[in-house]
């Protein structure tokens, strides 16, 4: 039988509801009363937790989803609508993911303070236009009317608290899908979510229409809650104080927004009662928000870090330090899969790539080398669909690539892996490697290929790796999606020189194993020997040699591009 682990989700739910119904059951009304205002500013915030905490992006007008949806519930109210309160509030919160996804697309091309000010300029404009318009009921005095079954404060608490579990579960959940797992990538690097198939425009307004969704229903929970909503319940200020919050407390994380909901209606109510300014409550917010700044930790991460190096096992990723058994004969297909024809690229004045021809065929390993600055990045960018402006064309078994985006080339099966660390290290080993992979692999094969690439434990968090182990998860990752052909990046840049030879020989391994061909830039030369049956040389932009290793790398005009011409002739 299974046993259901004490700090496992269904144990959380059951503590959840139980913590609910003793608070329910000892604590008085008035206290009840705030407590649902705290409820309300949780499900708020968790809606800004996925924008902010998740994918790393500002919003500045989550009041304006509260008071949108706050208004189709009063509007619903005055009309009589069928179905009641609860109905009203869902219906709510989905008025207001149109609203969601219309503030995303801005976030499509901004960021950071850019983004911010956009959003704050539509809580501005919300804000005037919501307070001409009124709330419907707010004049005549007409309050929302409860179901009998949540009339009292108390049955109200507790419906508002349900509301913030259920929500809770549905974050837990999406939060494993593909789309929570972008989120997170997103925050960490826009290029690497696209180069593993995911698009960045869709992630990104998901995020905001989830948002928005959370904002509508914390806004309609309020409007049950006060009877009659007006204006100035939905000040812009207040949107700012919820981002501060957010940030402070980590409300991407159910307790981060319990504890910030809790925060922002306490903290002013403790002050009131010791005859402060109520208003001061918000300096305690900014103090604990550039905590979480300098840190680059808020309080949930904070808590949740210390919890897992309790329980951590200490073991690092157990790397081969052996030399490597007898090379495998790299091998060379015949069938052109990925073909490049006339690839040529400028940066202003700079030409980058001039007409370059590449043909890697079906499973084989292809070296891609040339000294620093002679176009291989600029290559493997063009190649993947990073420059938009770049001329030519990339034809993917037999299928045409050009003018399609990153991540549909990836889809096609064209993946890649970068010079710098771009692994997410919010994610476990076998988090990346499910969502890199773009597509459903079973255990089995996530155990196997942290074998082939010896990966260590798949539970480990990517932030425990060192740069090296990261590099080779990122190949792993790209590997699970069974591409036609990989582009790999120096893959071993952070590695000692036998690990290098070891991958090298793993790489040769990678045709035969997966049916995928391998484009390998890298500097160190000893590896391309080892890995490669074929390489390709640039310099200043063109190819100037190519053919088998030993004889290409002997060729003079590859001497004079890595050397200088007087020491080449030397
Ligand atoms: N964003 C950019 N803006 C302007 N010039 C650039 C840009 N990126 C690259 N270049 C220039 O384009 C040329 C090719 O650079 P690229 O980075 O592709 O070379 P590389 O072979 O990958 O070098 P390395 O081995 O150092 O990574 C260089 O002259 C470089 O200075």
Redesign the pocket.
Same mark, same amino acid.
Not at 373 to 379: D, I, L, N, P
């Given at each position: 039988m299974r046993r259901v682990e004490a700090t496992g989700p269904a144990a959380q739910l059951v503590g959840a509801l139980a913590v609910i119904a003793v608070l329910a059951a000892v604590v008085p009304q008035y206290w009840l009363f705030l407590g649902t205002s705290a409820l309300v500013a949780a499900i708020s915030l968790s809606g800004l937790g996925v924008v902010t905490g998740r994918a790393g992006m500002i919003s500045l007008c989550q009041m304006s989803f509260m008071a949108l949806g706050a208004w189709v519930v009063c509007e619903l109210n005055v009309l009589g609508a069928p179905g009641g309160l609860i109905v009203w509030v869902l219906v709510g919160g989905l008025a207001a993911v149109p609203l969601g996804v219309l503030l995303g697309l801005p976030a499509l091309r901004l960021r950071g303070v850019h983004l911010a000010v956009v959003t704050l300029g539509f809580a501005a404009a919300a804000d005037v236009i919501i307070a001409a318009a009124g709330f419907p009921g707010a004049t005549t005095f007409q309050p929302v009317l409860r179901p009998s079954l949540i009339a009292g404060d108390t049955a109200y608490f507790v419906f508002a608290a349900l509301v913030f579990v259920a929500g809770a579960v549905a974050m837990r959940l999406l939060g494993r899908t593909r789309y929570g797992t972008a989120w997170r990538a997103l925050r960490f690097s826009e290029r690497a979510t696209a180069a593993a198939g995911m698009s960045v425009p869709r992630a990104k307004l998901a995020a905001f229409a989830l948002s928005a969704f959370f904002g509508g229903l914390a806004g309609g929970v309020l409007s049950g809650q006060i009877g009659v909503v007006t204006a100035q319940n939905f000040d812009t200020i207040d949107s700012l104080i919820l981002l501060v919050v957010a940030v402070m407390a980590g409300s991407e994380y159910a307790g981060g927004a319990i504890a910030g909901g809790v925060l922002m209606v306490f903290v002013p109510e403790i002050f009131r009662g010791l005859g402060i300014p109520q208003d001061w409550g918000s300096l305690v917010f900014a103090v604990g928000a550039v905590q979480t700044l300098t840190t680059g930790l808020s309080m949930s991460e904070d808590l949740v870090r210390r919890f897992r190096r309790r329980r951590a096992v200490p073991a690092q990723a157990p790397r081969r330090t052996d030399e490597p058994g007898p090379a495998v004969t790299p091998v060379k297909g015949e069938r052109p899969v990925l073909v490049v024809e006339g690839l040529s690229v400028a940066? +202003?004045r700079?030409t &980058?790539l001039a007409e370059v021809d590449l043909v890697v065929p079906e499973r084989t390993v292809m070296g891609l080398i +040339?000294p620093?600055? &002679?176009?291989?990045?600029?290559?493997t960018d063009a190649v993947t669909g990073f420059i938009p402006g770049a001329t030519g064309s990339v034809t993917l078994d037999g299928r045409k690539l050009d003018g399609l985006p990153v991540h549909r080339r990836a889809a096609a099966g064209l993946r890649r892996t970068f010079?710098q660390d771009r692994v997410p290290p919010g994610l476990t080993v076998a988090g990346f490697l499910r969502f890199s992979a773009h597509r459903r692999v079973s255990a089995a094969e996530l155990e196997e290929m942290a074998d082939f690439l010896n990966l260590g434990t798949l539970e480990r968090h990517v932030s425990e790796l060192d740069v090296g182990s990261r590099r080779l998860l990122e190949v792993a990752g790209a590997l699970l999606s069974r591409p036609k052909v990989i582009i790999l990046d120096e893959p071993a840049a952070g590695l000692a020189h036998a690990e290098s030879m070891e991958l090298a020989e793993r790489l040769t391994e990678v045709p035969g194993r997966f049916g995928t061909s391998v484009l390998l830039i890298e500097?160190d030369l000893e590896m391309v020997r080892r890995a490669c049956a074929e390489v390709v040389v640039?310099d200043f932009?063109q190819v100037i040699a190519a053919g088998p290793p030993a004889t290409t790398l002997a060729r003079p005009e590859v001497a004079r591009a890595y050397l200088g011409d007087e020491v080449a002739l030397a």
């Open positions: 940066y +202003g700079i &980058a +040339g620093n600055g &002679a176009g291989k990045s600029t290559f010079q500097h640039l932009g």
